[in-house]
């Protein structure tokens, strides 16, 4: 018999199958549910939802489960682990913060000038108006 520890006040019966790897995923439960039969304290279980005790058990796949309210030194030893995720999260969470502040600022965005609108445009050129012809060097 296997067992499992509870960390929170309780598990639902989908969550507990996936951190017991029977599956692979949250989304594959009600699918599990629906296929095989699950006892759980003997009786059969199809809710994902089912929430899951100190002293349950459940049997599936030939194999029983028990979850079970941590001892005081696993309780002990989760606290500890917890503490130290928040004091690392507290550490990259102060870096990313002193990361912002030497970022160099954004040059400002040139946008780019509009051409002058040329007013002699009404205005008879003296230019020949189509292609001119190349000019090639050494040519006059």
Do not use: C, W
């Amino acid at each position: 018999m296997e067992e499992y520890v509870l960390k929170k006040e309780f598990i639902t019966l989908g969550q507990f199958l996936k951190e017991m790897n029977i599956i692979n995923s949250g989304g594959m439960a009600k699918a599990f549910l629906a296929e095989e039969e699950v006892l759980v304290n003997g009786e059969l279980e199809n809710r994902r939802g089912k929430k899951l005790y100190d002293q349950t058990t459940v049997e599936t796949l030939g194999e029983t489960y028990l979850v079970r309210n941590p001892t005081d030194e696993e309780l002990a030893e989760m606290l500890e682990e917890e503490a130290e995720k928040k004091r690392v999260e507290a550490i990259v969470r102060e870096m990313n913060q002193q990361n912002k502040k030497k970022k160099r600022p954004k040059k400002p965005v040139n946008k780019p000038r509009r051409k002058p609108v040329n007013k002699s445009a009404n205005k008879p050129s003296d230019k020949p108006k189509g292609k001119q012809p190349p000019k090639f060097p050494g040519s006059k």
